[in-house]
């Protein structure tokens, strides 16, 4: 089901990256006060809104599951979640990057947008440890779902706070109150990245989905073979015959 055009869907995102990473470096202009450096701005920031729009989509699918019980809902959430926790870490690198190159700091933490983004990257972090230390499959699901809700209920929370505070030094590229605004040969190559990232989102999550439903289909399969052998011999001993079949 999942990996359905997942063929098509990689060559899309391959491109569409490749072109805004082009854009970004040949059509884009430099930015006066931080030169080339800047244009890490191209990744930095669509990962991060995409890794957050992540979190948020998680938290919807847990809702899903709640209402539903449906596994398919209890999966995507935690492939959502599991993906959004990989696109953080790259958010945090090239955020560290681009704020030593501009700022001369790794991390600022006086700046409330960096601070919380990484408060919302550690919440996520302890998703799969809670999960995992649950080994009853149907408790493990609904607490996992809950702690997708409830996490990502605060994210737009946290966004909107940050958003109505006062930034220190972390510009907002995407507000014309703070002299922010992009201009149009930033915004193509900015926009282009924008949906590459979220095709890049979702390419791997179907990846994720897939091998999980063939890793699932194949221990179901086993199951059952082990079930066969078992009435095939009610003893428990295999029979002489069935190893080297087994084997085959």
């Not at 607490?143 to 030094?169: D, E, S, W």
């Amino acid at each position: 089901m999942y990996s359905a055009k997942l063929r098509t869907l990689a060559l899309a995102t391959v491109i569409t990256l490749t072109g805004a990473f082009v854009l970004a470096a040949y059509y884009a202009p430099i930015e006066a006060d931080q030169g080339f450096s800047q244009k890490i701005f191209y990744v930095h920031v669509p990962m991060a809104i995409v890794a957050l729009g992540g979190f948020v989509w998680g938290g919807i699918q847990g809702l899903l599951y709640l209402r539903t019980r449906d596994p398919k809902h209890d999966m995507r959430s935690y492939v959502a979640i599991h993906m959004s926790v990989i696109l953080g870490i790259g958010v945090l690198v090239t955020g560290g990057i681009w704020a030593r190159s501009a700022w001369g700091v790794w991390f600022e933490w006086r700046e409330a947008t960096l601070v919380s983004f990484l408060i919302v990257f550690l919440l996520y972090c302890t998703y799969q440890p809670l999960r995992f230390s649950i080994t009853d499959p149907e408790k493990q699901s609904r607490y996992a779902a809950v702690f997708a809700v409830t996490a990502g209920t605060f994210v737009p929370l946290n966004f909107i706070a940050v958003r109505l505070a006062n930034p220190f030094i972390h510009p907002r590229v995407l507000n014309n109150t703070t002299g922010g605004a992009l201009p149009t040969d930033m915004k193509i190559p900015f926009y282009l990245a924008l949906i590459g990232m979220t095709l890049l989102f979702v390419t791997l999550s179907r990846v994720e989905m897939t091998h999980k439903l063939t890793r699932g289909r194949v221990r179901g399969l086993e199951r059952r073979l082990e079930r066969l052998q078992g009435e095939s011999d009610p003893a428990g001993l295999p029979a002489r015959s069935a190893a080297p079949q087994v084997m085959a």
